[in-house]
């Protein structure tokens, strides 16, 4: 592919944050971010990052402003090699400005990651003049953040382990309409985790228990992939419900220890349970602690909605819908 | 033996809390309350039951006050039971009055089953004419409450799993002069478990990750006594703390799943974890969340006890020392 020298290259792309209902916690490959085994997610309509890249012969490094703060250090470094992989395939050199924009805030244990490395594998891919399909994307997003390769496809999506690099990416196992679940995240902290998901991905294998875990996963994974088909709600939230605990087993019993819960967690999971108990059914699932993600069926939306009310401390609840995956958007919109 | 039918045979005994290091979790006798794996513990100083048992043959039926309150239903059942284990030694029919006071909130996790069955047993024999050895004693606390049998020897104990009743008792494995370590007892809650430890304890076995546990235990409670008996404070209390958190993790992948933690649990144990970084040492140990054990050398008492007078939702703190286990007092003094 041959660009003018001067041309500008740009493209916008939005993508969801998704929430796993069966969890990746541990890499087989550190640098390749291979997990050690597959997860099941879903992708969430209402969070979501907007990221527009531009190519430009006339800039003279790669630059990232997102929600308006100038990303450096560690958080730079790990877009740029996003964008060094985009450019390597379309083989230019021009650096990029890219603004990103999120609904929702930053390295809560929201998954920003998930969504800002579709939106940005996307957007870049799109603005460097490629057209790469859903596998590839999903491939490349991977290697950005391992759940971005999630947010790349429709709906309900499976992430194959895989082997390789070219075997471990995503696909839509169910559209968005399939299955009108709601994932109620009830945000309670807008404080940045202590131990970054990272870095706490490398403590997975220190914890006795990850082998019992990783030896059941396949089962669980077809068995989760059932229930949805199926859209058997009780059996699929309690099957999610003991995954997410299976999680925070694992990270409890890593050496270090790492301890994501914090009080509003706990609070939240013992309400839950009672809700149960009163006729409302719902389950949750946790990933970093700072946030809760109940899933409930439509019909008890209203009621937990006001449930919730009841609970201090809880700063921000985002209605999700099952969704579609990363999509360009027109660029004039921005 | 026998007894004049109209004497009054009357003990008063008292018997501490005590604190597991390596904890009781699930049996493999149901009935005798052997347990799946051995034990480590420190008896309390400061959590104490003292109980004066009195049998009498005027009285129609036994009964039993704790903390000025009739005893009723399964609670009054258990009590039974284990007085006829001591009648059906001592050969008496008498039926027996009970009084019996805790200087700490029941059923809050403090382990007064511990205390109250090891005083009970100590006082119940006592006042039958019994003079059992701490051996014998051992064995008939545990089969009223498992880990009261810890309650019964001196200062720090170890309890034999066994495969008979009379093969799983405790033993002192230090004096408590051995080492000057403190539980720190931080009371945050005076409202009762939701799920009884005996019945959680039937579901030990439901997780995954049980039988990884117990075939790692053993060395875990070679490697506890060690560091108890060579004092090396922090190996001790991270062996301790990752304990902890195994049993919980345990809990929590129980089908159902035990959430045993309050949101002050979690709280607790980031401060803690926090005043580690800030230079103040310390570990926490928690059985059922309602209160944190606090693990410290005596030259942090008093910079922890600063540390929590900061935090928000405590109720009460309970300083203890290595005791001594049950033992008889002077009736006199009540």
Redesign the interface.
């Given at each position: 592919m041959i660009h003018s020298a001067s041309s500008g290259l740009k493209a916008t792309a939005v993508a969801p944050s998704n929430i796993a209902f069966i969890k990746y916690w541990g890499k087989k490959d550190e640098k390749l971010r291979l997990p050690v085994n597959g997860s099941v997610s879903m992708n969430l309509s209402n969070l979501l990052t907007t990221t527009t890249v531009e190519f430009d012969s006339s800039f003279k490094s790669d630059g990232i402003t997102i929600d308006g703060k100038k990303e450096l250090g560690v958080g730079l470094e790990r877009v740029v090699k996003q964008l060094d992989r985009v450019r390597n395939i379309a083989n230019i050199k021009y650096k990029a400005n890219i603004i990103s924009k999120n609904n929702f805030p930053r390295g809560t244990g929201l998954s920003s990651s998930a969504s800002g490395f579709a939106a940005l594998t996307l957007a870049a891919s799109k603005a460097a003049g490629l057209n790469l399909n859903e596998k590839v994307l999903s491939i490349l997003a991977r290697q950005g953040s391992g759940s971005a390769c999630r947010s790349i496809p429709d709906g309900f999506v499976e992430w194959m382990d895989g082997n390789s690099s070219e075997t471990s990416f995503s696909v839509s196992i169910f559209p968005p309409e399939h299955w009108n679940i709601l994932d109620i995240v009830v945000i309670t902290s807008r404080e940045k985790k202590n131990v970054l998901t990272t870095e706490g991905q490398k403590l997975a294998k220190s914890s006795?228990?990850f082998p019992?875990?990783v030896e059941?996963i396949k089962e669980k994974i077809n068995q989760c992939k059932k229930l949805v088909r199926e859209k058997k709600f009780t059996e699929f939230g309690e099957l999610i419900?003991?995954e997410a605990?299976?999680l925070?087993?694992?990270m409890?019993?890593s050496?270090p220890?790492l301890?994501y819960?914090?009080?509003?967690?706990?609070?939240l999971?013992?309400a839950i349970?009672q809700w149960r108990k009163d006729g409302i059914e719902s389950y949750f699932t946790v990933n970093t602690g700072q946030n809760m993600h109940i899933i409930a069926e439509e019909k008890n939306k209203d009621l937990l909605i006001n449930r919730l009310k009841g609970v201090k401390g809880i700063y921000r609840i985002v209605i999700n819908k099952p969704a579609k995956g990363a999509r360009l958007i027109s660029e004039h919109l921005f």
């Open positions: 006795l228990f019992v875990r059941k419900e003991a605990l299976e925070h087993a694992i409890l019993t050496i220890s301890i819960w914090l009080p509003m967690t706990v609070k999971m013992h349970k």
